[in-house]
């Protein structure tokens, strides 16, 4: 393959990457709680930034509780514990609620919808469902990896004797381990993202810690969307 041919394959695939509505949100959640890190929650460019990307991307998100709706009601794995199954479900309505409640809040925060009180109250509420919905998904993360660590000990036994790095079962299981543990760091981020949003801790939790916990978090989802890199054929 020429230089040329490699450059435009990699440029397919920042196109194809940067075209994902969700690929869009998550840098601009970046932008927005890097600029909050750099307010401090002082008036002044930078948390006027905060506050329209915080806006924009509601608009990003109109309907997108339909996903977690859709995978709510979706059948789960076989063989998945009952408590995984209720903690995944329940992260799936929590997070459904919060984007739909937070339709109402971009309605209120751009003048369509006029009763200010009634918006900020709604905008709690919806931050409560999004950090029971971190809660959940922490303890989903935590759950699998167990799994996965028993599995994983299991083949090794029968690996044993044997370079386990080159079984594609073991790797597979090893890659998923992986990005279940990024998963889990994410959702830990998150709890202290929201904590920090709803002023649960606003000593210890400040607009600059909320700011900087939000960035790395945006950065994770950012790396978490990037395509699958694919196999080279040899010949």
């Keep these: 393959m020429s230089t040329l041919d490699a450059t435009r394959a990699e440029l397919g695939l920042l196109v194809l990457y940067l075209g994902k509505a969700e690929t869009r949100d998550k840098i ?10 750099l307010s401090n929650g002082e008036p002044g460019t930078a948390q006027n930034v905060d506050k329209s990307t915080s806006l924009a991307r509601k608009v990003f998100r109109l309907f997108k ?7 709510l009601i979706s059948p789960t794995p076989q063989g998945t514990p ?14 459904s609620t919060f984007l739909f409640l937070d339709q109402f809040v971009w309605l209120g925060r751009t003048g369509i919808y006029q009763n200010k009180e009634r918006t900020e109250l709604i905008g709690r509420i919806s931050l409560f469902c999004w950090l029971g919905s971190s809660v959940c998904g922490t303890l989903v993360e935590l759950g699998e990896l167990g799994r996965l660590s028993a599995s994983m000990k299991k083949l090794e036994k029968e690996l044993k004797g044997t370079n386990k790095y080159d079984n594609e079962q073991y790797h597979a299981k ?22 920090g949003l709803l002023q649960l ?3 210890k939790v400040t607009p600059r810690v909320t700011g900087a916990f939000g960035f790395v978090s945006s950065l994770i989802s950012c790396y978490q969307l990037l395509p699958a890199p694919t196999k080279s054929k040899t010949s």
Excluded: M
Excluded at 66 to 71: E, G, W
Excluded at 82 to 95: D, P, R, V
Excluded at 174 to 195: C, F, H, M, P
């Design 174 to 195: 090893l890659n998923k381990s992986n990005e279940r543990t990024l998963a889990l760091i994410k959702a830990g981020i998150d709890i202290v993202v929201a904590v």
């Design 201 to 203: 801790a606003p000593k």
């Design 65 to 71: 509780f339909v996903n977690d709706l859709h995978a």
């Design 82 to 95: 009952l408590s995984l199954i209720l903690l995944g479900k329940s992260k799936n309505a929590l997070l």
């Design 28 to 37: 601009c959640r970046a932008i927005q709680y890097g600029s909050k890190f």
